[in-house]
């Protein structure tokens, strides 16, 4: 299958750095906006040939629109006249039912099949040099095939094939159901970070921000995105997003409304809900990554300390899934979080650094 | 010094374990509600005696009371007759202006000043088992002294030494300016997860939870706080809790009309501010801590393959100050950052790693 990318991004980039690294391409081109990004494209591994212009798709069984999402339709325009008839159109936006309508009225005339695509993996910074040929692995990639065509089979199994190279999970959903999900997962958790950091207004206290510890750290973190990117993705799926925020307002004017009352059951049934609701989304959420046993240990601060710990598991073969120092005490050491990849894997890390002298809890 | 502890829970235990293993106290002693917690307690190292009774408080110059939110006062009249009239009180809850206030009265006849303390350090789990020595380094400690005693300067005097024993850093506030602030940056954050949460149930698709990636987890992790627990907090600090919420209802309303008005430039634009105002929390609120220099590296997913990244960093003499995956990708590898304790540290460990083959970025 030869593939062609337009737009060399972060997304772009990333699946071409795949594609080629993991095969499932016979080859990548790009289309770039600067012959710079083009050269750039090619010397990072991304792609085998680019063009600023779209003529270069001609041939490419798979055509894939990784542009920002405002431009992916203008992109898909000026791709038009250059396409394989036989290709497949798929794009890498964040919001579907737009592009997915849109795009395939343009392709209606040809009959390429669109197979809108979001692969749901992403890094809070930009740019071919940051992409990553393992940004997918295991991510939920979302399909919105076309309901009714008659080459739909064909498209999918070409976006199918992608996905499956770039290590990620096909997931089909209709374009309105994706749009209603991800702006309650995802836009409007980003309109409440926001309106978090700007409601400290009310509080312009040079404590303030000193006193903001983890949790406000965590709630607020995604209000740091991209402004420009985040205006275009709300603006692109308004409808969804403010049925949400109604939907928000209601249950915080349930959880607000508890307090004012100091109907101290209501509002802890409440949080019970809320704390248990959390729960099954973080198990759901890891989807095929089952939660990984894990075991904290605690550390000295020394040049190596982290290394010591490491080496005991790397000399017993022990694989670590994941390492977090829990709370950094510059020259005073910490806690380790080390998530293994079994339950037998913990219970041996555990043994073996009690054994070593360490201060260690499987959990 | 002789501290007296009531409560030797996770706070209270990480308090006696510092004490203990830091200096600063001669003398370290616990009142528990069984003799299994004190037995426990004092295996652990948090205490040096302990009894299920107030009288052990005899002859403590300093008394933190560390106790969940509510008991705090009603511990307080069980300790009232055996309290020297030497002693100072303090205490740990995260409200602060009624406990002060009644604490005061309380203590009024005999004369003993309270200076109420809030440590802004924590950990999901509680109990002294968790209890750890490190656990307030380099922490801010808000102290509320009253604002009028005569033995105002040696109580605060004796809290601070705590603090300082500790490792923690002392922030002198008015009770009321702390319950505002805490308000803001922790309280009101809890009530927004929780409805961001519940907020899910207008989207009951199989397929939400599988579409919650990083922003939606980060944004609610604090929901999974312990709902009896947080009722307590939330009914403690009503008032300035409700006027936070009113702040934040504000923001929200001027982020959804500018959506709702479709109107592209406001929503940037208060996007903008709420990205750089965030900035600005997270860069002040590492207090003693300055922004670490850091690295982003490479690495597959092989026994060892961390272990080799450390000890990179550890033959060359270079300290971790933090570490993390930022990717978890199970049998494919992933990125680490590294966080370093220079600038010079972060260049030095980007050209090793870099000699030795790895893909390494400072940042």
């Not at 779209?54 to 203008?74: D, F, Q, R, S």
């Not at 990639?141 to 199994?157: F, N, Q, S, T, W």
């Not at 607000?256 to 209501?266: C, F, K, N, P, S």
């Amino acid at each position: 299958m030869r593939v062609g990318i337009v737009g060399v991004g972060l997304i772009g980039g990333s699946l071409g750095l795949a594609l080629r690294r993991f095969g499932g391409a016979d080859a990548v081109v790009g289309v770039v906006p600067t012959p710079e990004e083009g050269q750039q494209a090619q010397k990072l591994g991304a792609v085998d040939a680019w063009s600023v212009t779209p003529e270069i798709l001609a041939g490419c069984e798979l055509v894939v629109l990784a542009t920002p999402v405002e431009v992916i339709l203008p992109a898909l325009e000026r791709a038009l006249p250059h396409l394989d008839p036989e290709a497949t159109v798929t794009d890498v936006g964040s919001i579907k039912a737009t592009i997915c309508r849109e795009a395939q009225r343009l392709l209606a005339p040809t009959g390429q099949p669109f197979v809108g695509g979001h692969p749901m993996a992403g890094s809070e910074k930009g740019g071919v040099e940051e992409a990553d040929p393992y940004l997918f692995q295991h991510a939920v990639y979302v399909l919105c095939p076309p309901a009714d065509h008659p080459r739909r089979a064909e498209g999918v199994a070409r976006v199918r094939q992608l996905v499956a190279a770039v290590g990620a999970e096909a997931v089909e959903l209709d374009p309105e159901e994706h749009d209603g999900l991800v702006a309650a997962v995802s836009h409007l958790p980003h309109l409440v970070a926001a309106a978090l950091v700007l409601s400290l207004e009310n509080r312009p206290s040079p404590w303030t921000d000193r006193l903001a510890a983890g949790g406000f750290r965590d709630t607020t973190r995604i209000a740091s995105g991209n402004p420009r990117l985040w205006r275009e993705i709300l603006l692109g799926n308004r409808a969804a997003v403010l049925e949400q925020v109604a939907s928000f307002r209601r249950a915080l004017a349930r959880l607000a409304q508890a307090l004012e009352q100091t109907d101290g059951e209501g509002l802890e049934g409440l949080l019970a809900v809320a704390a248990r609701r959390r729960a099954q989304v973080t198990a759901n959420a890891r989807g095929l990554l089952a939660p990984h046993p894990e075991v904290i240990v605690r550390v000295p601060d020394q040049v190596g300390a982290i290394h010591r710990v490491t080496g005991i598991l790397a000399d017993a073969g022990i694989n670590l899934a994941d390492i977090e120092i829990l709370r950094v005490r510059e020259g005073e050491g910490g806690s380790l979080r080390l998530a293994l990849e079994s339950e037998a894997d913990r219970d041996r890390a555990c043994r073996l650094l009690e054994a070593a002298g360490y201060w260690a809890r499987s959990r």
